[in-house]
């Protein structure tokens, strides 16, 4: 078995972090079984190296290994390029084709970005990891492939899983050993080292002198966060070689080629939806219209016990828990259904060659008077009269379909209109 470091060597791997460390250990032990292993970490840690070193160093290194981007195929024709497809299966299948696993029979397939599959295609690769059977698209007849499926993803499984994302089930054939590889930000001690690495492959490259960090540029880059892991460290090493003329980076430079990330302080996250949350504005406008609904439900049965028993007191004390929920408490001063038949007290306004004093005392009471126009309004017995003539003159006079309009019975309303002297 070859150690860590002739792994590194052998596939161009640098690094000291003991999280990578461990994570090729893995990689060279599980190589010579034919477990499945699914590989997880961030966009752009490196994970396709691990799938390379599983093949190379497992009885399969002289078949095939073919890797797929999951996510690079679109839904409607991954089914046919992972499993092949039937000669008129489909539209422009002018002939039949073979997928990658009937290709790759006897070798290493590493499916990348798995948690992309759509779950049609997941059902499918279930059934090729449980007995390695699989249908081509417009095909009834089963074949047999035998290949060892490496996966990668930098999807979070578990949350894939409970959103329905992913199937539990697959997941747990894939994977069989879990490979995590570590994101660059907890490889600090490697940051610097993967730098001078890539500035020396692109100062050969381009025919250039190699750049080179100051003291304080390299503790920016050892502090900065690296979204984008080594992907993002590789990109920003070419544009400095290729773009600065002096060859000796200050931390100033390179803070202008770091893309700004925003404060590192800790900040709490809601996670959780409370119930009054909303996702989208016709959520709200779908409330708004349920309640205008039902407070308009309440207003209708509020008029006809008016219109059935035509005592406002006795309507008022049978439904006060109806009114205080339409109008809100019955002491509030915007209240509208009270009885407002007494007199009003008159506040006398002073004339200009009134007394100081008698002004005071008039305004000890009323610190300020408001003048208030109040909307004249029809009675309930009025309002009950037109509606009962209104539907009257639409229906010619019929009791029977004047009633049913009003939601009241015929002899109700017959009392009505001998009430009114209709």
Request: net charge negative.
């Amino acid at each position: 078995m070859e150690s860590v470091q002739a792994i590194k060597q052998r596939f161009g791997i640098i690094g000291n972090s003991p999280a990578l460390n461990r994570a090729i250990e893995k990689a060279i032990q599980v190589a010579p079984t034919d477990i499945s292993v699914l590989v997880t970490g961030e966009s752009g840690v490196g994970k396709e190296s691990i799938p390379k070193i599983i093949h190379q160093l497992s009885h399969r290194k002289h078949n095939k290994y073919i890797a797929v981007n999951c996510g690079a195929i679109p839904e409607g024709t991954i089914d046919s390029e992972l499993f092949g497809h039937e000669k008129g299966s489909f539209t422009g299948a002018t002939q039949t084709r073979e997928g990658y696993f009937e290709v790759a029979d006897g070798g290493t397939i590493f499916l990348d970005e798995v948690g992309e599959l759509p779950l049609t295609t997941q059902v499918r690769l279930l059934r090729v990891l449980e007995n390695g059977e699989f249908l081509k698209v417009g095909s009834s007849k089963v074949q047999k492939t035998n290949v060892r499926i490496v996966a990668a993803t930098n999807v979070n499984m578990f949350e894939a899983i409970q959103k329905e994302k992913f199937r539990e089930d697959l997941f747990y054939r894939l994977s069989t050993v879990d490979i995590h590889l570590p994101p660059l930000r907890e490889r600090q001690e490697d940051i610097h080292l993967l730098f001078r690495k890539f500035a020396s492959d692109f100062a050969l490259k381009y025919k250039m002198p190699t750049v080179k960090l100051t003291d304080n540029a390299i503790q920016l880059l050892i502090k900065y966060r690296w979204s984008g892991n080594i992907r993002q460290l590789r990109n920003i090493a070419e544009q400095l070689s290729v773009l600065e003329q002096n060859r000796t980076i200050s931390a100033e430079t390179l803070r202008s080629y770091l893309p700004s990330t925003g404060t590192n302080l800790p900040a709490v996250i809601k996670t959780s939806k409370s119930e009054s949350d909303f996702s989208s504005e016709r959520e709200i406008l779908y409330k708004v219209l349920f309640d205008m609904k039902s407070d308009l439900n309440d207003l209708k049965k509020l008029t006809m016990e008016l219109m059935k028993h035509g005592n406002v007191k006795d309507v008022e004390k049978n439904n006060e828990s109806l009114i205080q929920k339409i109008y809100g408490n019955a002491n509030d001063e915007d209240t509208d259904y009270e009885d407002t038949t007494d007199t009003p007290e008159v506040i006398s306004i002073p004339e200009h060659n009134q007394k100081v004093e008698d002004v005071e005392t008039n305004l000890d009471k009323y610190h300020f008077a408001e003048e208030i126009e109040e909307e004249e309004t029809l009675s309930l017995q009025d309002k009950e009269l037109e509606l009962i003539k209104k539907s009257l003159e639409r229906h010619h006079g019929k009791r029977k379909l004047a009633a049913a309009e009003l939601g009241i019975s015929e002899r109700t309303l017959y009392r009505k209109i001998k009430q009114y002297d209709l």
